[in-house]
C-alpha cells in the first residue's frame, strides 16, 4: 500500500495518492482469477460491447492494408511498372515516412486525444482511392505488370507516402494505446488477449490473401478493397470509440 501510494504520489497529486489506490482496490478483487467468462454479460452469455469495439479496432487496422505495403513492398511497386531497384528504394523510403509519422504521433496523443487522431481514417480512404484509380486505370505491359506513365507514377509515388503518414499519425500507434486503456481493470488481461487474437489473425488473413487479390482483381481492386475498409474503420472510430485521455483505468466502464 505504502509502495503503491508513493508512486502514484510521483505520477500525480501527492494529496489524491491514498484515494486513488483505494479506487484501484475496488476495482480489483483479490479473490477473483481473471477469466474468459468475464468477458460475457452473465445475463445474455454475450460479449461485452466494449469488448467488441477492442476486437473491431483491432481487426480494422489490420483490414486497410497496411501490412500489405510492409510484407510485400517491393512486389507492389514491381507490380505498379516500377523496377526492382526503385520498388526497394521507395520500399525504405515509405518505412522511414511511417516512423516519422508515429514519432508526430507519440507527441500529440497526450496533447489532443486518442480519438481526434482517428481522422487520419479519412486521409488513407482518400489517398488508398487514389491508388486504387492510379493502378486500376493503367495498361499491362507484355510482361504482366502494370505501365505507369511519369505523372502517374508520381501520383501513385505521393499517395502512397500520404497513407503511409496518415496511417502512422493514427491507426498504427493509436490502436494500441488506445487498446491499453479502454477495458475496465476487471476485464483488461482477457479483452486485451482477445484483441490481440484479433489482430494478429486478421494480419494473417489480409497477408495470405493479398497474392490472391493480385492475381484475381489486380493492384486496384485490391486497393479499392482497402480504401472501403479505411473508410469503415474511420465510421467505427466515430460512432464506436470512446476518449481515454484524461481517464484512470478505474473509471473505464463496460
Known amino acids: 500500500?505504502?509502495?503503491?501510494?508513493a508512486v502514484l504520489a510521483r505520477l500525480s497529486h501527492p494529496a489524491d495518492a491514498a484515494a486513488k489506490v483505494q479506487k484501484i482496490r475496488a476495482t480489483l478483487d483479490a479473490n477473483h482469477r481473471p477469466?474468459?467468462?468475464?468477458?460475457f454479460i452473465q445475463t445474455t452469455k454475450?460479449?461485452?460491447?466494449?469488448?467488441?469495439?477492442?476486437?473491431?479496432?483491432?481487426?480494422?487496422?489490420?483490414?486497410?492494408?497496411?501490412?500489405?505495403?510492409?510484407?510485400?513492398?517491393?512486389?507492389?511497386?514491381?507490380?505498379g511498372g516500377f523496377s526492382a531497384a526503385h520498388a526497394l528504394l521507395i520500399n525504405v523510403i515509405g518505412g522511414i515516412i511511417n516512423v516519422s509519422a508515429?514519432?508526430?504521433?507519440?507527441?500529440?496523443?497526450?496533447?489532443?486525444?486518442?480519438?481526434?487522431l482517428f481522422?487520419?481514417?479519412?486521409?488513407?480512404?482518400?489517398?488508398?482511392?487514389?491508388?486504387?484509380?492510379?493502378?486500376?486505370?493503367?495498361?499491362?505491359?507484355?510482361?504482366?505488370?502494370?505501365?505507369?506513365?511519369?505523372?502517374?507514377?508520381?501520383?501513385?509515388?505521393?499517395?502512397a507516402n500520404l497513407y503511409s503518414v496518415c496511417f502512422g499519425i493514427s491507426w498504427g500507434p493509436v490502436m494500441w494505446v488506445l487498446l491499453g486503456e479502454m477495458f475496465p481493470n476487471r476485464i483488461r488481461g482477457a479483452a486485451l488477449s482477445l484483441a490481440g487474437l484479433s489482430q494478429w489473425g486478421t494480419n494473417f488473413l489480409v497477408t495470405m490473401t493479398f497474392p490472391i487479390l493480385l492475381g484475381t482483381i489486380g493492384l486496384g481492386g485490391a486497393y479499392s478493397l482497402y480504401a472501403i475498409f479505411a473508410a469503415i474503420s474511420?465510421?467505427?472510430?466515430?460512432?464506436?470509440?470512446?476518449?481515454?485521455?484524461?481517464?484512470?483505468l478505474e473509471q473505464m466502464e463496460l
Request: net charge positive; hydrophobic share 55%.
Open 1 to 5: 500500500m505504502a509502495q503503491a501510494e
Open 35 to 39: 477469466r474468459m467468462q468475464d468477458l
Open 46 to 79: 454475450r460479449l461485452h460491447p466494449i469488448v467488441w469495439v477492442g476486437i473491431a479496432i483491432a481487426a480494422l487496422q489490420q483490414l486497410i492494408g497496411i501490412n500489405v505495403v510492409f510484407y510485400y513492398g517491393e512486389v507492389l511497386w514491381r507490380a
Open 102 to 116: 508515429t514519432m508526430a504521433a507519440i507527441l500529440l496523443i497526450d496533447k489532443i486525444g486518442r480519438k481526434p
Open 119 to 159: 481522422i487520419g481514417s479519412l486521409g488513407m480512404a482518400l489517398f488508398l482511392g487514389i491508388l486504387a484509380v492510379v493502378f486500376g486505370t493503367a495498361e499491362v505491359g507484355s510482361d504482366g505488370n502494370l505501365v505507369l506513365g511519369d505523372a502517374a507514377g508520381r501520383i501513385a509515388l505521393v499517395s
Open 234 to 248: 474511420g465510421i467505427c472510430a466515430w460512432k464506436f470509440i470512446r476518449e481515454t485521455k484524461g481517464r484512470s
